[in-house]
């Protein structure tokens, strides 16, 4: 699988391999949210997103949707819409213009909802359940898109800690089962290097550098780009545990 | 899929029951507030007796009602097509004003805030004062000249709060609804003026159609309500995918400028073909989606096809009460909706500013 991106404000070459998990990282305003609506087709850009062999057209519409699933940083909840009914969003791409969900689409909803523990919230409205049970939610409407590649956009900015992992945790199962290509963004450094097998550092617009967590997250890149003072720690199987310090006057 | 979740999800299967559930109430509503509607009039006429004789007319039943030819007359000719083009009038109006709460996904829109009804009006008025049922033979133009000032005024009114994809705050389109519906129903009201000889009969449509409403009113409207149903019913995923805002509903595969615009044209027709026949009859679009939502939640699978059911029912039993509280006289049905309609409204405005 390849994706080249190339946007408008960035100028970025990126070519994803198919199950890997790429984390797009960088400091604020560095243009990750734009790489990934470029990623996910809602903003005009020069350049093409390809997914699948080199040569194929950029996707639009439907097919787009049946190859990219996205998880927005900002969901926009529906007020009342219920649980099962907001995960049934995910099989549009899927459907043709009629009144009711067919068996086929209720069925893989009501799979995606029992994977992620929400079968208890079926019939609650998405906008009373807690932020985490809620982007559970938004994770299982782009699931229920059965598409090959996931999209998130910082699926974890309004999470608390514990929340913050439980849904990476979450994710990083879901691509082992299902043999998902992920391409995200974080911008919290001290758990990107656990979850990536890549990590591509966007520093006002430009790719500045790409690789393994061991090969990008070093103390010095963190410092040239976030400007903090880091320590990083690499375990046996690659991944690398970020911790900064408080900078001190003098 | 897991084989775990097969066929037999108990929660998928709760869930359509719960639907068809309210589907069967709806059901069981509309025919109420029929029998209800055809048995209530000056002439007293037993309800055993109307419910015989009709059950008499479903196809295979025989059934006595040993009814005059006179009583029967009365509830064939005078009251049946009355409440027939209420339950229609209702289901449209409701049915669209869900659409366009969908649609500019603002719980305060309905055909008669937005001006919608107010442009289909002057639509009808223009069509009425020039005459141009003579021109056209056949096919009456009130409902298609009214369908064309729908349009106009959901496009003023849609303009004035849409930019660039984004719906602005849900008082801001109703205000623009506001003016669009002043400055419409001034022209209205000029045109009207100018042509004195046809006012009678534009004074006869504003106050409704329904009360002089036979036969020929109903199957004038039927087409554009068969139309627009068929169309509002088939937009119920569309809608859904819409709720969560442009962007994502573009990533959902949906192109929601074109889809937005395709159900306007629908709903539109419905509004426009209900105002044409009945006149401007307000809030029916604002309270029965509101009180579906309140019972079926918030999709419009289950939103849309209720609203048409419960708002034919809730417009045919409005008209009861219109021609009884005052009896001998009548009451214009607006009066009633209204009534009901406006402390409703107010509500829901109430209910968006604590949110």
Redesign the interface.
């Known amino acids: 699988m390849d994706l080249g991106g190339r946007t408008v404000v960035d100028c970025v070459d990126l070519e994803v391999a198919a199950g890997s998990w790429t984390t797009v990282v960088g400091p604020n305003g560095a243009g990750k949210t734009t790489l990934l609506?470029a990623l996910?087709?809602?903003v005009a850009h020069s350049g093409t997103v390809r997914v699948g062999p080199a040569r194929t057209p950029e996707p639009s519409?439907?097919?787009?949707?049946?190859l990219?699933?996205?998880v927005?940083q900002h969901?926009?909840?529906?007020?009342?819409?219920?649980v099962?009914?907001y995960a049934?969003?995910?099989r549009?791409?899927h459907?043709g213009?009629?009144?009711?969900?067919s068996?086929t689409d209720?069925?893989?909803?009501?799979?995606v909802?029992?994977?992620l523990d929400l079968?208890p919230f079926?019939?609650r409205?998405v906008d009373s359940l807690s932020g985490g049970e809620r982007q559970r939610v938004v994770v299982a409407r782009a699931l229920v898109?059965e598409t090959p590649v996931l999209v998130l956009d910082e699926p974890t900015s309004f999470l608390d800690l514990g929340h913050q992992l439980e849904v990476l945790e979450l994710v990083a199962e879901l691509r082992t089962e299902r043999d998902l290509t992920v391409v995200g963004s974080l911008h919290d450094l001290s758990v990107v290097g656990q979850f990536a097998d890549r990590i591509a550092v966007l520093d006002a617009g430009r790719l500045v550098a790409d690789g393994r967590p061991a090969e990008i997250l070093t103390p010095e890149l963190i410092a040239r780009h976030w400007g903090v003072d880091a320590r990083t720690e690499v375990d046996d199987e690659g991944a690398v545990t970020v911790t900064v310090h408080r900078r001190r006057p003098g | 899929?897991?084989s775990?979740?097969?066929?037999l999800?108990p929660?998928?299967d709760g869930?359509?029951l719960l639907g068809i559930r309210w589907l069967l109430v709806g059901v069981g509503a509309v025919l109420v507030s029929a029998v209800v509607g055809v048995a209530t009039g000056p002439v007293s006429i037993p309800l055993g007796q109307v419910v015989r004789e009709l059950l008499d007319r479903l196809p295979l039943l025989e059934v006595d009602s040993s009814l005059s030819a006179v009583d029967r007359a009365i509830i064939w000719d005078l009251r049946a097509p009355r409440v027939v083009l209420g339950l229609l009038v209702g289901a449209l109006l409701a049915g669209s004003g869900a659409a366009y709460q969908g649609v500019f996904?603002n719980?305060l829109a309905d055909p008669y805030l937005l001006g919608i009804a107010a442009g289909a009006g002057l639509g009808a008025t223009i069509a009425i004062v020039a005459e141009l049922r003579d021109v056209l033979g056949v096919v009456d133009p009130v409902p298609l000249v009214a369908f064309a000032g729908a349009l106009v005024a959901v496009t003023a009114a849609g303009t004035l709060s849409v930019r660039r994809g984004r719906v602005g705050s849900p008082t801001t389109l109703i205000l623009a609804g506001v003016a669009v519906a002043n400055f419409f129903t001034a022209i209205q009201t000029f045109v009207q003026q100018q042509n004195s000889e046809t006012l009678q009969q534009v004074f006869a449509w504003i106050l409704g159609r329904l009360s002089t409403a036979g036969w020929a009113e109903v199957w004038l409207l039927l087409p554009y309500a068969a139309v627009s149903v068929v169309g509002l019913?088939?937009a119920?995923?569309?809608l859904?995918?819409l709720?969560?805002?442009d962007?994502?509903a573009?990533?959902?595969?949906?192109?929601p400028r074109a889809v937005r615009r395709a159900i306007l044209v629908v709903a539109s027709l419905g509004a426009a073909a209900a105002v044409a026949v009945s006149g401007l009859i307000g809030f029916v679009g604002l309270v029965v989606p509101h009180a579906v939502?309140l019972v079926a939640?918030?999709?419009h699978?289950r939103v849309i096809?209720l609203s048409l059911l419960f708002g034919a029912a809730f417009l045919a039993l409005a008209d009861v009460v219109a021609r009884t509280v005052q009896a001998p006289a009548e009451l214009p049905i607006g009066v009633i909706t209204a009534f009901v309609g406006a402390p409703f409204f107010l509500v829901i405005l109430r209910r968006q500013m604590a949110?």
Do not use: W
């Open positions: 609506r996910a087709g809602t519409g439907r097919n787009r949707a049946r990219l699933a996205v927005p969901p926009v909840i529906p007020p009342g819409m219920q099962f009914d049934l969003l995910g549009s791409p459907q213009l009629r009144f009711s969900a068996a209720r069925r893989a909803t009501a799979a909802l029992d994977r079968t079926s019939d409205a898109q | 899929m897991t775990k979740a097969g066929g999800n929660e998928g869930r359509s996904r719980p019913v088939l119920v995923g569309p859904d995918v709720a969560v805002g962007e994502e573009s990533t959902l595969g949906l192109r939502r939640g918030a999709s699978r096809p949110s």
